[in-house]
Structure formats: C-alpha cells, structure tokens
C-alpha cells in the first residue's frame, strides 16, 4: 500500500515538503493512512472531522487550503502547537476527490514559512494528479491503514 503514497511522497519532498500525511477522509472522520515521519507523526486511529472552515473548503467545496505562516493554520488545527514545535510553520491540504466529486482523502504538506507559492501550489497540484489514479485504486483496495 504505501508505494504509491511513497512516491507522491519523495516527489513532494523534492519539492520541499518536510512532512508529508495522507488521510482518508469517511463517515465524519479522517484516518492517517501514511506518514513521511512516523516517529514525529504516527499513524493513528479515527479522528472525528470538526465542521468548521477548514472543514468547508476542503472537504464540502474540493478546495486547497493553504497557510503560509501559523496564523494561518492554528485556528483550524487543534495540534497546531505541535505543529510549529517541529519547525513547520506553513501548510497545504489538497483533498482528493472520486468520480462523483466527493472528497475521499487530503494529501497534507508542511513546510518552513512561506513556502506554498502559487507557483510550488501548481506544481503540487501536478504531482497529486499524476498519481490520482493510484491513490484512488489504492484508497478503494485497502480501506483500512
């Protein structure tokens, strides 16, 4: 399972990414379902999905969020804290959508400050749909981490 996740990884990373999570997205929850840095951010169990603007624009809209700075991100992120405490102080959430539009999983970055450009955002966005169709065929063959 994870070599397709690995891959969209290590691209990333080229990129700068410093800690990349997949999580599925289902039933009100989301589920890590991989991690650049198990040590610093494990896979973990079910956690419940607030409804709450991050929430809105990513999972009902498909929308990116992004946060440059930690401002930006700690309103929505209740780890927030834990967050910056590893050096990462800008963020990405790419959802990842099925046939019908639905948000199934988020590719989430993090970075140092300031790093999601617009130009680093279309190139993220490339890599997430050049392996799309491995995430979804991977997401549906193995729906649990």
């Given amino acids: 399972m994870n070599s397709v ?8 990373a080229d990129l700068g990414t410093r800690l990349f999570t997949v999580s599925r997205i289902g039933d009100g929850v989301a589920t890590r379902v991989y991690t650049s840095d198990a040590a610093a951010w494990p896979l973990s169990g079910e956690k419940p999905v607030a409804r709450d603007g991050w929430s809105a624009q990513v ?10 700075r ?24 790419l959802p990842v959508t099925d046939a019908e539009g639905l948000v199934v999983a988020t590719v989430n970055l993090l970075a140092g400050e300031d790093h999601f450009t617009p130009e680093r955002l279309a190139r993220y966005h490339q890599l997430l ?6 995430l979804m065929h991977d997401l549906a063959c193995h729906p649990d981490p």
């Avoid at 996740?5 to 990333?12: G, T, V």
């Avoid at 999972?59 to 440059?68: H, I, K, P, S």
């Avoid at 749909?129 to 491995?134: D, L, N, T, Y």
């Fill in 5 to 12: 996740y690995a891959s969209l990884h290590h691209a990333c």
């Fill in 59 to 68: 999972l009902d809209r498909g929308e990116t969020f992004v946060a440059n």
């Fill in 70 to 93: 930690p401002e930006g991100f700690a309103p929505w992120f209740a780890d927030h804290e834990r967050i910056v405490a590893l050096g990462l102080t800008s963020c990405a959430n």
């Fill in 129 to 134: 749909a050049q392996h799309k169709g491995s």
